[in-house]
């Protein structure tokens, strides 16, 4: 059975720091690319950071180059996400996201809520 459980969001002030994690489950994670992606109230989901399957690429949104950092433990099965500087607009929640580039297989978290406010 394939789970990924996202888990580290919460309350935290504008221009604190938290840090996502995702434990994946039930497939060959390091077969897979990796990617945190973000949904506010109101609006679309967004891709906010990809890492390759091996940990060697990585991309972010222009929104968030500079303060977040997204790795990946294959030993572990984890994904993270490092967020610093944190603004009232990365209110959001945050979903983890599994995608194989050959087969195309695609499975998402439940998702961790991140309130950024004073």
């Known amino acids: 059975q394939v789970r990924l459980v996202e888990s580290g969001g919460g309350l935290v002030q504008p221009g604190g720091s938290l840090r996502l994690s995702c434990a994946a489950s039930?497939?060959?994670?390091?077969?897979?690319?990796m990617s945190w992606y973000r949904q506010a109230p109101g609006k679309e989901r967004e891709l906010v950071a990809g890492?390759?399957?091996?940990?060697?690429?990585?991309n972010y949104a222009d929104s968030v180059k500079g303060r977040f950092t997204i790795s990946r433990d294959n030993s572990k099965n984890t994904v993270y996400l490092q967020m610093n500087s944190l603004k009232p607009e990365d209110t959001a929640r945050y979903y983890c996201?599994?995608?194989?580039?050959?087969?195309?297989?695609?499975?998402w978290g439940q998702g961790t809520q991140v309130t950024v406010s004073s």
């Open positions: 996201n599994a995608f194989h580039p050959l087969s195309h297989w695609d499975y």
């Open positions: 039930g497939f060959t994670f390091s077969d897979y690319r």
């Open positions: 890492i390759s399957s091996n940990g060697g690429s990585t």
